[in-house]
């Protein structure tokens, strides 16, 4: 759970506070704002913070270089239902003027954090110039908690500072889904690769009754196991810690459910050769896409109403329609089985929503990175620089 202090454990009332949250939104070509779901998970702490009598100065990032912020201000100021005005830069002389002029009530978003790589790097002296923007810091934005960025760890330095309600919400809802949660606790990995979800993998060993794992990761496992996956994606170099990760399974009692039939082709651009075949008659040339229905099917027959469900990564290329089936029939499974469920990971979380599932999920987290460090039982560095509960 979260042992720090949130926008509830502090006055903020005639003061300017500043805060992390999250503009880093889909813009559609038409340079308009795409998807708004993490738009609207900002909403409560700023509603809460205005309703207090704060003034707010609102900084965020854009994974995309060079985009600008400014398109994202009047969908802010929709949601809220009030003005929003905008600095051109994070930084200057002309900023610091609109700071100083923000009485209660009102917000001002600054631009792009990363237009000015001392974002990134840390640098102290910008985190000093933003931290004097404000009276009070809070970070709202869960998806860049495990960046050691100066917006992210270098303000909380220099000002009071303290969790945001998304980002408790984000915190406690995973912590509680792995420190106690309703079993049988079920985990499905998905992902390309091993050694990016070795940490994961091992960390929910300890906590789940059951694992499946899916996606080019599995291809990893299967050829461990001495299968052919002909021309698939694998890691060879990853193959003890695949045993490993299958001898601790079995040492602790830990049912980990392989992949027993997949999707394969000869082309992955051209579609050659579509078809789904056992994972011990994938042939030499085949490339494994997808996990097959039969795989589905493990997952449906030990999932339970009352347990949970926590799915990180897709089964398959699952950008691509000719092979979501097995995306698709797993997020299928968890919904129709009444399990609580959880989905971290920005490519999954990306999957449902566009899928049009998203509501039908217990919790869909915000974060990518973020949500993939806590499911491995790390700490969040711009979780720990935050101010701690009193007792």
């Known amino acids: 759970m979260l042992h720090k202090q949130t926008v509830k454990d502090i006055n903020v009332t005639g003061k300017t506070v500043l805060v992390r949250t999250m503009l880093n939104v889909p813009i559609d070509d038409d340079g308009s704002v795409g998807d708004k779901k993490r738009l609207e998970s900002a909403v409560p702490t700023l509603q809460y913070l205005l309703e207090q009598g704060a003034a707010l100065v609102l900084m965020s990032h854009h994974s995309h270089e060079g985009q600008s912020l400014a398109v994202v201000a009047p969908v802010i100021a929709e949601l809220l239902g009030c003005d929003v005005a905008f600095a051109d830069d994070c930084l200057g002389e002309a900023t610091t003027a609109k700071v100083q002029a923000l009485r209660p009530g009102q917000v001002l978003m600054l631009e792009n954090l990363r237009f000015h790589p001392e974002e990134e790097a840390n640098d102290e002296a910008f985190a000093k110039q933003l931290a004097s923007y404000g009276e009070l810091y809070v970070n709202d934005d869960f998806t860049t908690c495990h960046r050691e960025h100066a917006s992210m760890v270098g303000v909380p330095k220099f000002l009071p ?10 915190v ?12 049988p606790l079920i985990a499905v990995s998905g992902g390309a690769k091993i050694s990016t979800k070795v940490p994961i993998i ?46 601790t399974a079995k040492a602790n009692n830990k049912t980990v459910l392989l992949p027993v039939d997949v999707v394969v082709t000869s082309d992955i651009d051209a579609h050659q050769n579509v078809r789904v075949v056992a994972t011990n008659e994938v042939g030499e040339d085949d490339i494994i896409v997808d996990i097959g229905p039969a ?5 449906k027959q030990i999932v339970d109403p009352k347990g949970t469900v926590i799915w990180n990564g897709p089964m398959g290329i699952a950008e691509d329609e000719v092979y979501d089936d097995g995306t698709l029939g797993v997020a299928q499974v968890i919904i129709e089985s009444g399990a ?14 566009g899928a049009g599932l998203a509501d039908k999920f217990g919790f869909v987290s915000n974060g990518g990175g973020a949500s993939l460090e806590l499911m491995s039982g790390n700490t969040l560095p711009a979780i720990d620089v935050l101010l701690d509960k009193t007792s």
């Open 172 to 183: 406690n809802t995973i912590t509680a889904a792995l420190d106690n949660p309703k079993r």
């Open 295 to 299: 795989s589905v099917g493990q997952l």
């Open 202 to 247: 091992s960390f929910l060993l300890q906590k789940v009754d059951a694992l499946m794992i899916g996606g080019a990761m599995a291809n990893t496992f299967l050829a461990a196991e001495g299968l052919q996956v002909g021309k698939s994606l694998i890691e060879d170099d990853e193959f003890e810690i695949a045993r490993n990760v299958m001898d």
């Open 161 to 170: 500072a303290v969790a945001g309600l998304s980002v408790e919400t984000e």
């Open 340 to 353: 609580y469920s959880i989905v971290g990971g920005g490519d999954t979380a990306d999957f449902i929503d």
